[in-house]
C-alpha cells in the first residue's frame, strides 16, 4: 500500500512538473475603464414606475491579470476586477436594481456594493504587424456581489439573497483586445469586454435578455518581465 502511495505521488509531482514546464508568465496586465451596466427593469409589468430604479449607470472597472502561456501558443489570462455599485432590493417584489444613495429605504433595502469579478478566459492571439497583437478571450467568469455598505440602516439580507440565487453570479466572459509593444518591457492597448448574464434567460421577473449585462471599454498596461 505504501509503496502504491509513493508511485502515486511520484506520478503526480512528474505531471505537475510537466505542466509547469509548459506554462511561461511573460508578465502582469493591469487595466481600467468604463463599464456600462445594462437596468432594465424600470418598470413593473402594470407600467408603473420602479422607485429608485436608475438608468443603466456607468462605473469604472479596474484589475489586473497574469497571462499564462501554453506551449501550444494558447494563452490563459486569469484576472479580477472591482468596481462600486448601489443596489436597491424593489420593496414591490424584491428585484435588486442599480440605484443611486439618494433613492432612500422608502424604495427598498439598499446598500452600497463591492463587486469582485473573478474570470479564466481563454485567448488566441494574433500577430498584426511586427509591434501589434490582435487577442480574442472567451471564458467564465464569477461576479461576487458584496453588500457591505448597508444605507439608512437597511436590511441586506434580500440583496444577498438575490446575488447568489439563480446563477446570477455566473457570467461567461468574451474579450476583443489591441496591444501595441512600445518597448521590451511594455504593452499598450484596450479591450472591449462584454459579460453575459446568463441569468436573465430564466428569469422571474419581466426583463430582457440585457438585464445586468456588462459592457467595459478598457484601457490595457502589459508589463514583461525579465527574461
Do not use: C
Not at 511594455?186 to 428569469?203: E, K, N, T
Amino acid at each position: 500500500m505504501k509503496a502504491r502511495r509513493l508511485i502515486l505521488l511520484i506520478l503526480i509531482a512528474l505531471a505537475l512538473s510537466h505542466a509547469a514546464n509548459a506554462i511561461s508568465l511573460p508578465g502582469i496586465e493591469l487595466r481600467a475603464g468604463p463599464t456600462w451596466i445594462g437596468n432594465g427593469y424600470r418598470e413593473y409589468p402594470d407600467g408603473s414606475a420602479v422607485q429608485g430604479s436608475d438608468v443603466s449607470p456607468l462605473r469604472v472597472f479596474g484589475g489586473a491579470a497574469l497571462p499564462l502561456i501554453l506551449d501550444n501558443g494558447m494563452v490563459i489570462t486569469p484576472g479580477m476586477d472591482l468596481y462600486w455599485q448601489e443596489y436597491l432590493a424593489a420593496s414591490e417584489d424584491g428585484k435588486v436594481v442599480p440605484t443611486q444613495q439618494e433613492s432612500g429605504r422608502a424604495a427598498g433595502e439598499l446598500a452600497g456594493t463591492l463587486g469582485i469579478l473573478l474570470s479564466v478566459p481563454v485567448n488566441w492571439e494574433w500577430q498584426l504587424r511586427e509591434q501589434l497583437r490582435l487577442g480574442v478571450g472567451v471564458g467564465p467568469a464569477l461576479l461576487i456581489r458584496l453588500p457591505i455598505a448597508p444605507i439608512d440602516g437597511s436590511d441586506v439580507s434580500p440583496l444577498w439573497r438575490y446575488f447568489y440565487s439563480g446563477l446570477r453570479f455566473v457570467y461567461p466572459d468574451t474579450q476583443l483586445s489591441l496591444r501595441y509593444q512600445v518597448s521590451e518591457r511594455f504593452d499598450f492597448g484596450g479591450m472591449l469586454r462584454v459579460l453575459w448574464p446568463v441569468a436573465s434567460l430564466w428569469s422571474a421577473y419581466d426583463v430582457p435578455v440585457w438585464d445586468e449585462m456588462k459592457i467595459s471599454l478598457m484601457a490595457l498596461v502589459r508589463y514583461h518581465f525579465n527574461d
